[in-house]
């Protein structure tokens, strides 16, 4: 009997954990970078939907990324629209997403996707056209998997930053 073997589950490497949308886990953004496995295709009309909030779960930002006929996000709390990728995501069905809080100079958030870098969008009111915007610059302490709205992401993992951070 093959088929036992080929549906066997796999061990998830250490740190991954399964997503439960609809729960705050802790996530000190300012110290970890959040890092999401996806398994959705292209078209496939699934999202990465994730809210960054503060500790007392007040949302003060987050990233929504389409899986349509192009891969798309939208930063909430920033943005009312949604935007191509700068550069084009990697078209692999099995994804390992890397999102990044940087306040080195203003804010700015940026993703990798299966190791290369996607987007690295300022957060300003220059750029975001949310009048409450600046809710960015809290100390973000928590995320959300969006129960419902969430369909693509599997497994996440925090990843500690090195203490001076490269981009």
Request: charged share 25%; aromatic share 14%.
């Amino acid at each position: 009997d093959t088929a036992s073997d080929y549906y066997a589950l796999q061990p998830l490497p250490k740190g991954w954990k399964p997503v439960k949308r609809g729960v705050y886990y802790n996530a000190d953004l300012e110290n970890n970078s959040l890092k999401i496995k996806t398994d959705s295709a292209l078209g496939s009309g699934k999202q990465v939907f994730v809210y960054f909030s503060g500790k007392e779960k007040d949302i003060l930002g987050g990233i929504v990324i389409r899986f349509g006929k192009t891969l798309d996000y939208r930063l909430w709390v920033c943005s009312t629209l949604y935007k191509v990728f700068p550069t084009t995501p990697s078209t692999a069905t099995k994804k390992v997403w890397k999102i990044t809080l940087d306040r080195t100079a203003g804010v700015r958030l940026i993703v990798f996707c299966n190791g290369e870098k996607v987007l690295n969008a300022p957060i300003s009111a220059k750029t975001c056209d949310w009048p409450q915007w600046n809710r960015w610059t809290k100390k973000i302490g928590k995320i959300q998997f969006r129960p419902s709205i969430d369909t693509a992401s599997d497994y996440y993992e925090l990843q500690p930053l090195p203490k001076a951070i490269q981009y």
